[in-house]
T-cell receptor, first 113, second 112 residues
Framework: DTAVSQTPKYLVTQMGNDKSIKCEQN?????MYWYKQDSKKFLKIMFS???????INETVPNRFSPKSPDKAHLNLHINSLELGDSAVYFC????????????FGDGTRLSIL | EDQVTQSPEALRLQEGESSSLNCSYT??????LFWYRQDPGKGPEFLFT???AGEEKEKERLKATLTKKESFLHITAPKPEDSATYLC?????????????FGKGTKLSVKP
């Protein structure tokens, strides 16, 4: 059983389109995250979210928005895609936020044409 | 500002040749230091959490240690299947709002 699963694995689309990436975790965790890994393989936090609080990294454009229908899901919506959005996006989850390890999905590779 | 620096960027070893990876960090109020392994096309796989200076954790050929300024990941008698990128991350209680701050990783290649 996959603990953190993301769909799709690959996403190729045109500049200006709107797209979504889905994430689901079956670990019973209460906190979920989105990360961006750029071409240099540097992993950077975009959002962290639990039932009560959304924390947004201030460098993330407001074209990106997380949406959580329930505790096990955190989807990422991206509007008006730009060339610079090409990257691998990882979803992760943890049990709480204080000193707990995060468990990652296998990523969604987004390519903007 | 919380920061993580890993060295070397890349490391090539012969099978059985032990070595260490370094993770230097600055953080406001360490909540935890984490080591992950990442294989190509996969997400980071959790290895260890260290919470305080002097702490050590072991798993098979890997041993992680922690001081107040750095962590080491020691690899004893590595095998080709240990080839991967190893990531270090810290979580602090200050301005990073508890999020993980990652280093850029060390790419390890183990040749048979």
């Amino acid at each position: 059983d996959t603990a953190v699963s993301q769909t799709p694995k690959y996403l190729v689309t045109q500049m200006g389109n709107d797209k979504s990436i889905k994430c689901e975790q079956n670990l019973g965790h209460d906190t979920m995250y989105w990360y961006k890994q750029d071409s240099k393989k540097f992993l950077k936090i975009m959002f962290s979210y639990n039932n009560k609080e959304l924390i947004i990294n201030e460098t993330v454009p407001n074209r990106f928005s997380p949406k959580s229908p329930d505790k096990a899901h955190l989807n990422l919506h991206i509007n008006s895609l730009e060339l610079g959005d090409s990257a691998v996006y990882f979803c992760a989850s943890s049990l709480g936020q204080g000193g707990q390890p995060q468990h990652f999905g296998d990523g969604t590779r987004l390519s903007i044409l | 500002e919380d920061q993580v620096t890993q060295s070397p960027e890349a490391l090539r070893l012969q099978e059985g040749e032990s070595s260490s990876l370094n993770c230097s960090y600055t953080v406001s109020g360490l909540r935890g230091l984490f080591w992950y392994r990442q294989d190509p096309g996969k997400g980071p796989e959790f290895l260890f959490t260290l919470y305080s200076a002097g702490e050590e954790k072991e798993k098979e050929r890997l041993k992680a240690t922690l001081t107040k300024k750095e962590s080491f990941l020691h690899i004893t008698a590595p095998k080709p299947e240990d080839s991967a990128t190893y990531l270090c991350a810290v979580q602090g209680s200050g301005g990073s709002q508890g999020n993980l701050i990652f280093g850029k990783g060390t790419k390890l290649s183990v040749k048979p």
